[in-house]
Structures are given as C-alpha cells and as structure tokens.
C-alpha cells in the first residue's frame, strides 16, 4: 500500500481474516494466518495488531465499509484483551493464546531474533504496548464510526499508566514485564523499549532517554519487528540512516552486502535455514517514506498529509508516496546552511509542510502556501494542491 498504493489484495485479508474469528474465536481472538491448511491457529500479538492494521488501511484508504465490517471484531479483539487485565496489577497477564514458543506472545521471530528477551514473563511489556494500541485504534475507529470511544480511551490511558508504574527500571527504561511471582525481569529488551516509544506509551519527559538506550543497542530486533524500531527512531534520523545502511551489523544492507535480493525472514537466515523471501521486512519502505522523504498521511484516504524532511541523515531525498487521492511528490536537498524543498500535491489533498527555519522570514515561497506557525525549529505551512517551491537560509 505504501509503495504501489495496492488495495484489493489487503482489503481482501481484512475479510479473511475476519472470517478467522467467526469461525474459530468466539472469545475474540484471530487465526495467526488465513486461510490455509492450519486449521484453527492464533498468536496472541498477532490478533493485537490487527485493530491497528485496520485503522492504518482506513487513514490510506478511506474506506468507511470496510472499517465498518471490521469494528465489530476490534471490539472483539478489545474485549479479549481486556479479560486479561489482572486487577492486581492493572496489566495484560498471560494473555491467552498460541502454543509451544507462540503461548502468550510470539514476541519476536525466528527465536534466534528474540536477542535474549525474557520469555519467563507473565505480564510482557511487548502485550501490553500492544494492548494499549488495541484499545486506542478501536477507540478511533469507534469514533469516526458515530460509536462511543471514550471508554476505550479511558483504559487504553489506564493500562499506560500500568505499564509506566510497573514495567520500568529506576532509569525509566522498560524491562521485559513482571514473572508470575510479581517481580521484575532484569532484562531490558530493544523491542520491549522501542514497543513503549512507538506507540507512545513512553512520558514525553522520558522519551530522550529511552530513545538513547534504544539507539545504543544497534540492531536487536529481528525483519518482523524492526520497522517499530526505525518508528522509535524517527526522530533520530542519523541513528535511522545508521541502522538501514549499516552492512556489517544484522539489517537491510547486510542482507544485501550478502548477496540476498529480497527480505529475509531473520538476519541470519542462512545460517538458520529461514525463508530467503519473506516480506515482513519490507515493512521498512514505510518509515523510510516517513522519516527520510518525510511523508505522512495524517487523515483518512490521504485528504491531509504531514512534509517534514528530517534536519540530518541525509542531505537530499526525493521520490512519490501513493494516497488515494494522487501521489504526493517531495524533492528536497540542503543547500548550505538551507534546504530547497519541492511539493507537488493531488488535487484534494492539503498538506501541513515544516521546512527547517528559525524564523518565518528565513523561508522564500514560490507558489501558494499559508504560513501557520514556528514549531521545533520548522516554519510549518499548509499547501494546497499544486506544487509549490520553498527555500530557507
């Protein structure tokens, strides 16, 4: 969807997996895939991503319908995941589902991509960042459907507030969750920290820190995951360049510098025996779109779109990201101590445009623009349709 602007394909598993639930989950629960020979098969994070995968093909698409056939099974997802909030500790507690490695959470796969996370826990902070998204992407859809959202607010910003009492070291870094017995794990996982930042768990005050830890640690998620990795990055572009062009470290270049043309199913699947064509690591085109080129849709079917090249990383991009409206085109290099930034928008889409400044005055325009305000170190614009030129010393 983000690269080609697909639809069908992924409007077509929407509905598959939806038939997953009413034929096997009546507790809410969705098949890990579907359909195939596996019969009746979950993963429990797997089933808590699926209200996010709904509500992101909404903001892509605008797709009342679909939102509208899935919401009934968010909830369900919602529900399942809440019977499992233990009211002693307020947090997602051996959430019921998969088998074998998969039982209570997959976390990270192949298990050589788990980089020693700590499996031994009841309450793992990896299920229960998810939940929180649950709750917040059903809340939404709720919303934009006329629905009620405000309790699945309410104990989305309930579980977060578990999660920071409970599922964090002194030095505000998250370990792995709580054992049966209620104490800690000693272990502080990258997924574990990089979950809490991208999905926005982690305390304004704190996310400089945890981002630094996360930074510090490389690459110790595996192709499944890591594109929450370069998500909790996005505002280190240096650190995001750094993990997507680094080939000595286990990433995407390395799989190149190894001779692999396509994603593999983990850093070391030759080694292991693991799928040389697995698609789940090309997730990272998406952060590439929105860290590097700087694009974000922001509302649904594409309608608004956010521009904000990153002030390091790289000193030029350019390229189209699909909407439904049109493709959005950006072109932007550093010139000097300024940058020149191209914008071409479809017609029906308004776009809120932050171009590196100091000040409104710093910033020449060549074509239609509003200026709205200063904010982080960006003169912020909103743009209509049409392509407009900016340029700031």
């Given at each position: 969807?983000?690269g080609?602007?697909?639809?069908?394909?992924?409007?077509?598993?929407?509905?598959?997996?939806?038939?997953?639930q009413?034929?096997?989950?009546?507790?809410?629960r969705?098949?890990?895939v579907y359909p195939?020979?596996?019969?009746k098969?979950?993963?429990?994070?797997?089933?808590?991503?699926?209200?996010?995968?709904?509500?992101?093909?909404?903001?892509?698409t605008?797709?009342?319908?679909i939102?509208?056939?899935?919401?009934?099974?968010m909830?369900?997802?919602a529900?399942?995941v809440?019977?499992?909030i233990?009211?002693?500790?307020?947090l997602?507690t051996q959430?019921?589902?998969?088998?074998?490695?998969?039982?209570?959470?997959?976390?990270d796969?192949?298990?050589?991509?788990?980089?020693?996370?700590?499996?031994?826990?009841?309450?793992?902070?990896v299920?229960?960042?998810?939940?929180v998204?649950?709750?917040?992407?059903?809340?939404?859809?709720a919303?934009?459907?006329?629905?009620?959202?405000?309790t699945?607010?309410?104990?989305?910003a309930?579980?977060?507030?578990?999660?920071n009492?409970?599922l964090?070291?002194?030095?505000?870094v998250?370990?792995?969750g709580?054992r049966?017995d209620?104490?800690?794990?000693t272990?502080?996982?990258?997924?574990?920290?990089?979950?809490?930042?991208?999905?926005?768990?982690?305390?304004?005050e704190?996310?400089a820190?945890?981002?630094?830890?996360?930074?510090n640690?490389g690459?110790?998620?595996?192709p499944?995951?890591?594109?929450r990795?370069?998500q909790?990055?996005?505002g280190?572009?240096?650190?995001v360049?750094?993990?997507?062009?680094?080939?000595d470290?286990p990433g995407?270049?390395?799989i190149?510098?190894r001779g692999?043309t396509?994603?593999?199913?983990?850093?070391?699947a030759?080694e292991?025996?693991?799928?040389h064509?697995?698609?789940?690591g090309?997730t990272?085109l998406?952060?590439?779109?929105?860290?590097i080129?700087?694009v974000?849709?922001?509302a649904?079917?594409g309608?608004e779109?956010?521009?904000?090249p990153?002030?390091?990383?790289v000193?030029?991009?350019?390229?189209?990201?699909?909407?439904q409206?049109?493709?959005?085109?950006?072109?932007?290099?550093?010139?000097g101590?300024?940058v020149s930034?191209?914008v071409?928008?479809?017609v029906?889409v308004?776009?809120?445009?932050h171009?590196?400044?100091d000040?409104?005055?710093?910033?020449?325009v060549?074509g239609?623009?509003?200026?709205?305000?200063?904010?982080?170190?960006y003169?912020?614009?909103?743009v209509?349709?049409?392509?407009?030129?900016?340029?700031s010393a």
């Amino acid at each position: 969807m983000s690269g080609y602007g697909e639809r069908t394909l992924t409007r077509q598993a929407i509905r598959q997996f939806i038939e997953s639930q009413a034929r096997y989950w009546p507790d809410g629960r969705l098949n890990a895939v579907y359909p195939n020979g596996d019969g009746k098969r979950d993963i429990p994070d797997y089933t808590e991503m699926f209200p996010g995968w709904i509500w992101d093909y909404y903001v892509r698409t605008g797709d009342k319908r679909i939102l509208a056939e899935a919401y009934p099974v968010m909830r369900a997802v919602a529900d399942y995941v809440r019977r499992y909030i233990d009211p002693a500790t307020g947090l997602v507690t051996q959430l019921e589902g998969g088998s074998g490695e998969y039982r209570y959470g997959i976390i990270d796969w192949p298990a050589t991509m788990r980089y020693g996370h700590d499996m031994s826990t009841a309450a793992r902070t990896v299920i229960n960042v998810l939940g929180v998204d649950v709750l917040n992407a059903t809340a939404r859809a709720a919303e934009e459907l006329g629905e009620p959202g405000e309790t699945l607010r309410a104990d989305a910003a309930t579980l977060t507030e578990a999660i920071n009492a409970k599922l964090r070291r002194a030095d505000g870094v998250y370990h792995d969750g709580l054992r049966g017995d209620g104490s800690a794990s000693t272990h502080a996982s990258q997924i574990a920290n990089a979950y809490a930042l991208s999905f926005g768990v982690v305390p304004e005050e704190d996310r400089a820190a945890v981002s630094e830890y996360v930074a510090n640690l490389g690459m110790r998620m595996g192709p499944m995951t890591a594109h929450r990795l370069l998500q909790a990055l996005a505002g280190r572009p240096d650190d995001v360049v750094e993990r997507l062009t680094d080939a000595d470290s286990p990433g995407w270049a390395n799989i190149l510098a190894r001779g692999g043309t396509f994603t593999w199913e983990s850093w070391d699947a030759p080694e292991t025996g693991q799928s040389h064509s697995h698609p789940w690591g090309a997730t990272s085109l998406v952060e590439i779109q929105r860290t590097i080129l700087g694009v974000t849709p922001s509302a649904p079917a594409g309608s608004e779109v956010t521009i904000r090249p990153p002030k390091s990383g790289v000193d030029s991009a350019a390229g189209e990201m699909p909407v439904q409206r049109g493709m959005v085109g950006v072109d932007w290099r550093r010139i000097g101590d300024g940058v020149s930034l191209k914008v071409d928008l479809p017609v029906n889409v308004v776009a809120r445009v932050h171009v590196p400044a100091d000040q409104a005055g710093d910033v020449r325009v060549h074509g239609q623009a509003r200026f709205v305000e200063l904010r982080d170190g960006y003169a912020v614009y909103e743009v209509g349709s049409g392509k407009v030129t900016f340029f700031s010393a």
